[in-house]
C-alpha cells in the first residue's frame, strides 16, 4: 500500500484525484497505475483501470487469478466491474468513498448476486495517511 500512496502522490502532483493503485501476484509487483484521466483524456483512467491493463499485459492473460489489488480509495463502480471480470482475487484499499464507492459504501458490489465472481476484500490499510491526502487535495481546489 505504501508504494499504491507514492503512485497516489505522483497523481496528486500532476493535478489529477490522488489515488494510487498496486497489482500483486505471487508478492511481486507486477502492475501499477494512479489517476490520469485529464492527462490521457480518458474518463476511464483510473488507477485501478491502467494496473488492470498493465497486469494483463503482464500476465498475457485477462484472468487475472491469483491477484491482489491495492489501492488508496475504494473503486468506483466502473473500476469494481473490472476487478470482477478480470477475477481479481483480492482487493485490499485504505480508505472508503462514502459518494461513490461501489464495494462497500455507496453500492455493496462485492457481495451482488448477479456478480458470478466474489471478490474478497480489506479496507483500513494506510486509512489516515490516503483520507489525508484525497481531503487535502479537495480542500485546495475549492
Not at 509487483?29 to 476511464?44: L, M, T, Y
Request: proline share 4%; glycine share 6%; hydrophobic share 45%.
Amino acid at each position: 500500500m505504501r508504494h499504491a500512496f507514492r503512485l497516489a502522490q505522483r497523481a496528486e502532483s500532476m493535478g489529477e484525484v490522488p489515488v494510487g493503485a498496486v497489482i500483486v501476484k505471487d508478492d511481486v509487483c507486477i502492475a501499477e497505475g494512479w489517476n490520469r484521466p485529464i492527462a490521457s483524456h480518458d474518463p476511464s483512467a483510473h488507477a485501478e483501470m491502467l494496473a488492470i491493463r498493465e497486469a494483463g499485459n503482464v500476465l498475457k492473460n485477462y484472468r487475472l487469478t491469483g491477484t491482489t489489488l491495492y489501492v488508496t480509495l475504494e473503486p468506483c463502480v466502473m473500476c469494481m466491474g473490472a476487478i470482477v471480470h478480470a477475477r481479481i482475487e483480492r482487493l485490499v484499499f485504505a480508505t472508503e468513498d462514502p459518494k461513490r464507492g461501489a464495494v462497500c459504501s455507496a453500492m455493496n458490489l462485492s457481495e451482488s448476486p448477479f456478480l458470478n465472481h466474489r471478490v474478497a476484500w480489506r479496507c483500513g490499510v494506510l486509512k489516515d495517511e490516503c483520507s489525508e491526502m484525497l481531503k487535502g487535495f479537495f480542500r485546495a481546489r475549492r
